[in-house]
């Protein structure tokens, strides 16, 4: 007698799950990830201090997106090339799988090898004011961009430098992204 629940488990735990669209499911695992993610920095801001919370989203952050970048480009089957306009496109399906409604913003060509990036709305920002803490956040954000750009062999220079939050700080989101362009004293990124 096999007396192994799981398999009767899964069966109907997967009922269960069909119940959900795609768009449903990828909805809920976004918002799960979201909530993990504020709340990993809140545990970390009250038990080492907002500097160290900020210090380690930083380098997370950075690290996922090196992490991700090759794994959704290959799931798409796409080609990292350094090219404006198909990192543009990479950088879009990344942020469209990533959780879309996330952020609102808009993207401008500079030139041939530049790119500018406006934010209006972000999830990190308006979870910081909600958190009171929003005066020290320095944006994990534009790290995971960062990120992405380092682990496609991508140099870059960010303009600002990534720090303190900027619409934390009154002043619009705004990145200029230049590639080939190697930020003075870091190794080609920013």
């Known amino acids: 007698m096999d007396d192994d629940?799981?398999?009767e488990l899964r069966r109907r735990a997967g009922d269960l799950l069909a119940r959900l669209t795609p768009a449903a499911r990828e909805a809920v695992l976004v918002r799960s990830w979201?909530?993990?993610?504020?709340?990993?920095?809140?545990?970390?801001?009250?038990?080492?201090?907002?500097?160290?919370?900020?210090?380690?989203?930083?380098?997370?952050?950075?690290?996922?997106g090196q992490a991700e970048a090759p794994?959704?480009?290959?799931?798409?089957?796409?080609?990292?090339?350094a090219a404006l306009d198909d990192w543009l496109v990479a950088q879009e399906a990344l942020i469209g799988?990533?959780?879309?409604?996330?952020?609102?913003?808009?993207?401008?060509?500079l030139d041939a090898r530049a790119y500018r990036v406006e934010v209006e709305r972000c999830f990190a920002y308006d979870?910081?004011?909600?958190?009171?803490?929003?005066?020290?956040?320095?944006?994990?954000?534009?790290?995971?961009?960062?990120?992405w750009?380092?682990?496609?062999?991508?140099?870059h220079r960010m303009n600002p430098c990534l720090g303190r939050c900027l619409k934390?700080?009154?002043?619009e989101c705004a990145y200029e992204i230049a590639l080939g362009a190697a930020a003075p004293g870091s190794g080609g990124t920013a």
Request: charged share 25%; hydrophobic share 50%; with cysteine.
């Open 5 to 7: 629940l799981r398999p």
């Open 97 to 109: 799988l990533l959780g879309p409604d996330l952020l609102e913003y808009r993207v401008r060509k």
């Open 71 to 81: 794994r959704v480009l290959r799931a798409l089957a796409l080609t990292p090339s």
């Open 127 to 147: 979870n910081v004011v909600r958190a009171g803490v929003a005066a020290t956040y320095e944006c994990g954000i534009l790290e995971r961009v960062g990120g």
């Open 168 to 171: 934390a700080q009154g002043r």
């Open 149 to 155: 750009l380092d682990a496609l062999g991508l140099a």
């Open 34 to 64: 979201m909530s993990h993610d504020a709340r990993w920095f809140n545990a970390v801001a009250q038990e080492y201090g907002l500097e160290a919370a900020n210090r380690l989203n930083k380098v997370a952050a950075r690290a996922v």
